[in-house]
């Protein structure tokens, strides 16, 4: 039996919906705001694995916006982002996603405690206004679903200890 | 991707034809890393730990050398987030990946075994309720 990934991982599955929402409401509640839900970029246990389902034409892009993201962490003067950067990789897997995405895997681990793991953020502080224009690319190179999965891991064992 | 049937299948095949080449284990990776999601029951948490404990002892008592290879580059992490039906997702990851050798977790646990080994095939089968195996290719070390 082959299962599509989106089905199999389906209770992992965040919407691009809440995933990439940037717009601020429009108005503002008439109740009280309820406790905000964590980020779900932000990773509590030991690592994190998010699967990223991109357009077969916008690789090129995605993989490109994924430099700048290295080059950000790599010149920032914040402690977490250098965390972040010496426990983040990104694979290309070789089976194809829903609709003939391509399925590019981020691995965190370890993860940085406490630190917001979001693309958006880091392009902006790295790169001002065109860290914008550079997560605007990185958008439009999601395919639907964009994320297959988002994972908060905590590790089990180390086969080899 | 595939679901736990192909992957530990464990009844024996019909005979094939001749010249027929066999088929590549799913368990032979062949990027720099891999990734597998395991979707357990929930009710067979403890037999899949307890499993993952014997590969362990399997892989770490080897006299293959490639076997202590597979044991330092394989992690076993299990998800926050409830898989489908309330199961429990498990994720393995191998990295970097012995290339060519193969990480059939029910050929693991047979290599060198004292014991029959069947019980445990049997447990690991019946606490999946399905896998995902994905082959993975650096892109990026962001450390690097």
């Known amino acids: 039996m082959v299962r599509s990934i989106a089905l199999g991982l389906a209770a992992g599955l965040l919407s691009a919906t809440a995933v990439f929402a940037q717009t601020p409401p429009a108005a503002a509640?008439?109740?009280?705001?309820?406790?905000?839900?964590?980020?779900?970029?932000?990773?509590?246990?030991?690592?994190?694995?998010?699967?990223?389902?991109?357009?077969?034409?916008?690789?090129?892009?995605?993989?490109?916006?994924?430099?700048?993201?290295?080059?950000?962490?790599?010149?920032?003067?914040?402690?977490?982002?250098?965390?972040?950067?010496?426990?983040?990789k990104v694979f290309k897997a070789t089976e194809p996603g829903p609709g003939g995405a391509v399925i590019y895997v981020f691995v965190m681990d370890p993860v940085a405690k406490g630190a917001e793991y979001k693309v958006g953020d880091i392009l902006v502080e790295g790169f001002a206004a065109e860290g914008q224009t550079l997560y605007k690319t990185y958008s439009d190179a999601y395919g639907t679903p964009a994320i297959g999965a988002l994972l908060h891991l905590t590790k089990v064992v180390e086969l080899g200890k | 991707m595939l679901s736990a049937n192909p992957a530990f299948a464990q009844a024996a095949p019909a005979a094939p034809a001749p010249?027929?080449?066999?088929?590549?284990?799913?368990?032979?990776?062949?990027?720099?890393?891999?990734?597998?999601?395991?979707?357990?029951k929930a009710d067979r948490t403890a037999d899949f730990e307890m499993i993952v404990g014997k590969l362990q002892e399997a892989l770490q008592k080897s006299v293959r050398p490639?076997?202590?290879?597979?044991?330092?580059g394989w992690k076993v992490y299990k998800a926050s987030e409830p898989g489908p039906s309330g199961s429990v997702?498990?994720?393995?990851?191998?990295?970097?990946?012995?290339?060519?050798?193969?990480?059939?977790?029910?050929?693991?646990?047979?290599?060198?075994?004292?014991?029959?080994?069947?019980p445990l095939y049997k447990a690991l089968s019946d606490a999946l309720a399905s896998l995902t195996i994905l082959n993975l290719s650096l892109v990026s070390d962001f450390s690097k």
């Open chain 1, 29 to 88: 509640p008439a109740q009280p705001a309820a406790a905000a839900a964590p980020s779900p970029f932000l990773f509590p246990g030991d690592a994190g694995v998010i699967l990223n389902f991109v357009k077969a034409d916008k690789t090129a892009d995605f993989e490109m916006v994924l430099g700048k993201v290295k080059e950000a962490l790599a010149k920032s003067d914040k402690p977490e982002r250098k965390a972040q950067a010496a426990g983040w």
């Open chain 2, 89 to 118: 997702m498990y994720v393995f990851l191998f990295d970097p990946v012995v290339k060519d050798t193969d990480y059939t977790p029910s050929a693991i646990l047979a290599e060198g075994a004292l014991e029959d080994v069947r």
């Open chain 2, 66 to 72: 490639e076997r202590t290879q597979q044991a330092a």
């Open chain 2, 19 to 40: 010249n027929a080449t066999p088929a590549k284990s799913p368990y032979m990776f062949t990027g720099d890393a891999a990734l597998t999601v395991n979707v357990v």
